[in-house]
């Protein structure tokens, strides 16, 4: 097994990555930038899905069984502002659990690849 693929164990397993989404969630909640989205929102469902969803990122055991992405996040009025915000909770958190700046970075890289998903913004390079 690569040493990227290893990312999960890295981050906690189980244990971790729910802690993670936990302090994640009391960050992004007395956010006022992002707590808005989340005003309506099922919190226990929506920490459920984050977790399977990271969980399957980071090569986990579980795969994220939730709504498509770009569907989840329709309407929302998430754009890449808040994606930013949303990552550097996520960084936080896991900084905060003790999770090495390497494996930080690693995470933050694969989320970055479900951004246009979440924003339902293209990146577009010339």
Do not use: W
Request: charged share 25%; glycine share 10%.
């Amino acid at each position: 097994m690569s040493e990227e693929s290893e990312l999960f164990g890295r981050i906690g397993g189980t244990e971790g990555l729910s802690k993670i989404v936990d302090t994640m969630y009391e960050l992004v909640l007395a956010d006022p930038e992002l707590s808005p989205i989340f005003q309506h929102a099922d919190m226990e469902r929506v920490r459920k899905m984050q977790f399977e969803f990271l969980a399957g990122a980071f090569d986990g055991p579980l795969n994220y069984a939730g709504v498509e992405l770009t569907a989840a996040h329709r309407n929302r009025g998430i754009r890449a502002q808040h994606f930013a915000k949303f990552c550097s909770h996520f960084a936080d958190s896991a900084k905060q659990h003790g999770v090495s700046d390497r494996d930080i970075d690693n995470a933050l890289g694969r989320l970055a690849t479900f951004k246009d998903k979440i924003t339902g913004e293209m990146n577009v390079d010339g």
